[in-house]
């Protein structure tokens, strides 16, 4: 599979949100990417999501569109070109992920993305032995592979977890369309 183009810039950006207990988190990163200068951030958060956030929390924010289904006009005919930010990305998620399981509108956003080579960036947000467990080993070395930027999580003390957000905006910020 050829590598994701650097330089391709995109207006969009997708903040793919799973049930991982880190998704409190979502509502900052969602004004981090507006902040980079995003015409249009779609929230599109897994089922499993609404267990750690309300959508509400996500559709408060101005200018971001929580998308929850297949018929959302933010996403027909299909998906726009943008930058996916898987984040937090929850074990269940990665690994789905990487076996070619799209059975939600989240996932199918990503297998998408990453088929039409768009940049994907998976965050997983995993403690130390969901980190270890081999098939979370082989998910990550399988997306690499297919040129996903992975950003790994990051040990506070308390076990690793979801990276801090300025590490995930520099992972997004090179493809932003008149990125900084």
């Known amino acids: 599979m050829p590598a994701q183009t650097a330089t391709e810039a995109?207006?969009?950006a997708y903040l793919v949100i799973s049930g991982a207990a880190t998704a409190s988190r979502c509502p900052a990163l969602l004004r981090d990417l507006l902040g980079l200068g995003f015409v249009r951030v779609l929230a599109v958060p897994t089922p499993h999501a609404s267990r750690i956030i309300a959508f509400r929390d996500l559709a408060d924010i101005p200018a971001v569109q929580v998308v929850e289904s297949y018929f959302d006009a933010a996403i027909r005919p299909q998906p726009p070109r943008g930058v996916v930010l898987f984040a937090p990305c929850s074990f269940n998620s990665l690994n789905k992920l990487a076996a070619g399981i799209a059975d939600n509108l989240a996932l199918s956003i990503v297998a998408e993305a990453i088929g039409r080579h768009t940049p994907v960036?998976?965050?997983?947000?995993?403690?130390?032995?969901l980190l270890a467990h081999p098939a979370a080993q082989a998910s990550l070395r399988t997306l690499a592979a297919w040129g996903v930027a992975i950003v790994p999580p990051v040990d506070d003390g308390r076990g690793p977890r979801l990276?801090?957000?300025?590490q995930l905006m520099d992972a997004v910020r090179r493809h932003v369309s008149g990125a900084m």
């Open 10 to 12: 995109f207006d969009t």
């Open 163 to 166: 990276a801090p957000a300025d």
């Open 121 to 129: 960036i998976v965050a997983p947000s995993l403690n130390q032995p």
